[in-house]
Every structure is written in C-alpha cells, then in structure tokens.
C-alpha cells in the first residue's frame, strides 16, 4: 500500500546550520507531496506541496524537490532559525477516486539560538 | 479563508466513559476527517467522510465511532476510554480533488484517569 518514511525522529540543530529532513515515499502513479509544520498547540498547517515529478515547492525558506525516480521528497533549509522549532510532517495524496493522505511519523525539529 | 474549531480543547474521562469530539468547519468542504495523532507514530486515520451523511472507516476506526449529519460538522465517538490513554485527535478537511490540501483544527486532548 502507499507509505511515507520519514527518517529522522528528532533533530536539534543550532540557528544558522543546514537542515535536511529525508522523506521517502511508496505509492503508484504520481501522487501529491506535501510538507506541513505543526507548532506547539497549533494544528499542522501546509508548508507547500508539489505534483509533478522535478517541481520543486518552497516557503519560508523550506524547499523540496519531487524526485520519482528516488521517490524522495526531502525537505531542506539553509540557514534555520530559533522560530523553526516545530514538528514537521511529510505526506502524499494518493488518487484513488477520493482524497486519502498518508502522513509520515513526523520529524521534531529543535533549533537552539 | 475558513476555520475549523473543535471541541472541547481538553478532555479529561474515566475508563469504559463514552466521550464525544465535535468538529465545524466553514470551509464548505465536502470531506472531512479525523486523526489520531501519537508521539512518533504520526497522525493515524481514524474515520473520513467525503459527504453528508457518509462515513468511511480509516486504519484506527476499532473502539471509535463518528457521525456526519451535517456538512459542515462530524464528530468522533470514543466508545469506551482506555485507562490511562492520553492522545490529541485532530479534525480535518478538504476539496477532496486530488492536489487538495488538508485544513487541521487545533486539536483536542484527551487524557483518561
């Protein structure tokens, strides 16, 4: 069936180093990817998607590329800052005639100043 | 832009309790869902619904009912409270359409004595 494999559980950087986040997928076809962010009490909420193989999505200074031939979508940022401590989730929508998402276990990111 | 409120915030129940989540959403999506979300585990489907009056059962749906009598409402039954249990259940919602995002209320925790 359709997966997300996110590798890493927790990361703790400091302001201003490189992250990357590997996220890998299982599914047919061409399926939506997505990054979302969940702040302390809050709900995630989308950090962008992509749809096509080689489109890159990007916010806030996150960016990832589709890759299917690796099925990877992994999230990197340059320089992160004390205000990106949050969890962060990869998932894909698989087209099956409705709209069912398939999150990764999700990633705690915390960044110390 | 919608909002999704759930309620309440925090629920506190006693084992073999039935205890009731509810969810409004203003977006006028047609499918809603609900979640479970579990440290390391990510967020695990529990039931969705893809229109009024429809209800499909997810990967976590044992020991949980839910309820859609409205578009813009549907709620999850914890049929009966595990002792000890503590988890956060969030409600979603979306078009449906295949590149669709998911909208995330804030979520609600519950915690069992």
């Known amino acids: 069936g359709d997966s997300v494999t996110q590798t890493e559980g927790q990361v703790a950087l400091s302001e201003e180093d490189f992250l990357t986040i590997h996220c890998n997928y299982s599914a047919s076809g061409y399926p939506t990817l997505f990054w979302y962010v969940q702040y302390p009490g809050e709900g995630p909420q989308l950090l962008f998607r992509a749809s096509r193989d080689k489109e890159k999505g990007s916010s806030r200074g996150f960016e990832a590329t589709y890759d299917k031939g690796t099925t990877s979508f992994h999230l990197r940022k340059a320089s992160v800052q004390e205000s990106d401590s949050a969890v962060y989730y990869c998932a894909l929508s698989a087209n099956t005639g409705y709209q069912n998402f398939y999150f990764g276990k999700g990633t705690s990111l915390t960044v110390i100043p | 832009g919608g909002i999704i409120t759930q309620t309440p915030k925090f629920l506190i129940g006693q084992e073999g309790q039935k205890l009731t989540l509810k969810c409004q959403q203003n977006f006028n999506h047609d499918t809603m869902y609900w979640y479970r979300q579990d440290s390391g585990k990510g967020l695990r489907l529990i039931y969705y619904?893809?229109?009024?009056?429809?209800?499909q059962k997810g990967d976590l749906s044992e020991g949980y009912d839910a309820s859609r009598e409205k578009k813009s409402s549907f709620s999850l039954t914890v049929t009966s409270a595990q002792k000890n249990e503590m988890a956060v259940f969030l409600c979603?919602?979306?078009?449906?359409?295949?590149?669709?995002?998911?909208?995330f209320g804030e979520g609600s925790k519950l915690t069992v004595l």
């Open positions: 979603a919602s979306s078009f449906g359409t295949n590149t669709g995002q998911l909208y």
């Open positions: 619904s893809i229109t009024e009056n429809d209800l």
